[in-house]
């Protein structure tokens, strides 16, 4: 695609993205701009360096759904036997560049003072031919883990199978982790993660519903 074309694209990006402003209550009315501005950021950097934009390798063509910008509507809401019940905002990315795989990140906010919270970046692999998937993420908490599971339709249900931490991450400390994603009737995507830690058998954690940003 020439740089033409994107642009008209992120113009159009820009106005579907106005539109779903004025329904999206919770963000910031320019928090939608601000993302899709980072995004051709993205773009542009390839332009620079002469590459065409990537196509989606077959492999992850079973996760497809999943890709896109997405913002959280309504907030998310967290919960544990320890905590009192919590909301927040999120910002997701989930991408590709063409290798088997999908990369991710989701950053959280507090819902009023915007401050960042949890972060956590990574990726999606599928073993080839299967539906196994294997999801990989590195935490601003110091926790890195790896989860495995099956993407089946539209729903993808992985739970830790390894969960390594720095020497000094805040206790209690994680123990188990399962989370399950699925595109809904109404086009949004969902994740529901839950967890056990060293004070607590496996409970949920997060609930959270988003909307896509991105085209
Ligand atoms: C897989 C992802 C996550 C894991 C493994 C995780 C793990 C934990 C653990 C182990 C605790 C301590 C629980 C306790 O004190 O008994 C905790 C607390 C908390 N989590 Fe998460 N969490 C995750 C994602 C998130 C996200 C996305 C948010 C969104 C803002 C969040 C917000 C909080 C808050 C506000 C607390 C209580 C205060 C604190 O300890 O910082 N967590 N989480």
């Known amino acids: 695609m020439d740089y033409n074309s994107q642009n008209a694209l992120f113009g159009l990006a820009f106005i579907s993205c106005n539109a779903l402003t004025a329904r999206c209550t919770h963000f910031p009315g320019n928090w939608q701009k601000i993302t899709l501005r980072n995004l051709d950021g993205v773009y542009r950097s390839s332009e620079n360096l002469g590459m065409e934009p990537p196509k989606l390798n077959p492999v992850v063509e079973p996760l497809s759904w999943m890709l896109g910008t997405w913002l959280s509507e309504p907030p998310g809401v967290g919960t544990f036997p320890t905590l009192q019940p919590f909301q927040y905002l999120e910002e997701v990315h989930i991408s590709h560049v063409g290798q088997p795989m999908l990369n991710f990140s989701f950053n959280s906010f507090h819902p009023e003072t915007h401050k960042p919270m949890h972060r956590e970046c990574g990726f999606i692999r599928l073993k080839p031919d299967t539906n196994k998937v294997a999801f990989v ?58 967890m056990a830690t060293t004070t607590q058998p496996m409970t949920q954690h997060l609930h959270i519903t988003y909307k896509k940003v991105t085209p």
Do not use: D, M, W, Y
């Open 137 to 194: 993420s590195a935490q601003n908490t110091g926790v890195v883990e790896v989860e495995e599971g099956e993407v089946n339709g539209q729903e993808l249900c992985v739970s830790s199978h390894s969960i390594s931490r720095i020497s000094f991450a805040k206790e209690p400390h994680v123990q188990q982790i399962t989370r399950k994603f699925r595109l809904n009737s109404e086009g949004k995507l969902e994740q529901t993660v839950s």
